[in-house]
């Protein structure tokens, strides 16, 4: 009785540690997962896009106040040229 037992406990272990391959598999498809994925994509957007109004702000005063070009201050400071806000 007890080897039976022993087999089934075996065996019950082996099918849970496949379903639990499984069941990672679909994981990557969660909604839950995409949601939160998505609203961490939207922070991070409007992070970048908050240093790019900075950066901005800054280029507008120094080209301002000191008399700079543009294209001179961006070389200066390494900014490219196309930087732009994300959409």
């Known amino acids: 009785e007890r080897q039976g037992k022993l087999a089934q406990l075996n065996e019950l272990v082996t099918k849970c540690n496949a379903l639990s ?10 909604p839950e997962l995409f949601a939160k994925m998505e609203d961490y994509m939207q922070l991070s957007k409007d992070a970048a896009n908050r240093w790019t109004d900075a950066i901005f702000t800054i280029k507008s005063h120094v080209r301002d106040k000191f008399n700079i070009e543009e294209a001179k201050l ?8 196309d930087m732009d806000y994300i959409d």
């Open 21 to 30: 391959v499984e069941l990672q598999k679909y994981e990557e498809n969660d």
């Open 74 to 81: 961006n070389k200066e400071f390494g900014i490219p040229n």
